[in-house]
């Protein structure tokens, strides 16, 4: 079992910045780390993934503002957000899902951003 905790959400103007961080319980260094978020109303969407051996991943509406980065020796991984938008208002959440066994899918309690004037 890995428990993941998110922190870091808050309120922030229109094209401020957040940080959002998350910490694992255990190793994640065969985790692919990724960032999901759920607004009022919509499904759950894939922000930024980080597998251990592949490119990292970014929805195209979050390209060149937001980055993914881990660090595997604190088991952390955080996403740095800039130019926020209100569009970016969301439950963000921490995942950690291993590559080959599918029943290793973990996620974090979720943290909220807030972007408004």
């Known amino acids: 079992q890995v428990r993941l905790v998110e922190s870091g959400g808050g309120l922030v103007q229109p094209g401020g910045s957040l940080r959002l961080s998350c910490a694992a319980s255990v190793s994640i260094s065969s985790y692919t780390m990724a960032w999901y978020r759920q607004a009022p109303g919509k499904a759950r969407e894939l922000v930024a993934s980080m597998p251990t051996r592949a490119p990292t991943n970014y929805a195209e509406s979050v390209k060149d503002r937001f980055s993914i980065s881990r660090d595997n020796p604190k088991n952390t991984v955080d996403l740095q957000m800039n130019s926020l938008k209100p569009e970016d208002t969301a439950v963000y959440y921490c995942?950690?899902?291993?590559?080959?066994?599918?029943?290793?899918?973990?996620w974090g309690q979720g943290t909220q951003v807030i972007v408004s004037p």
């Open positions: 995942n950690a899902k291993h590559p080959w066994i599918t029943s290793l899918d973990f």
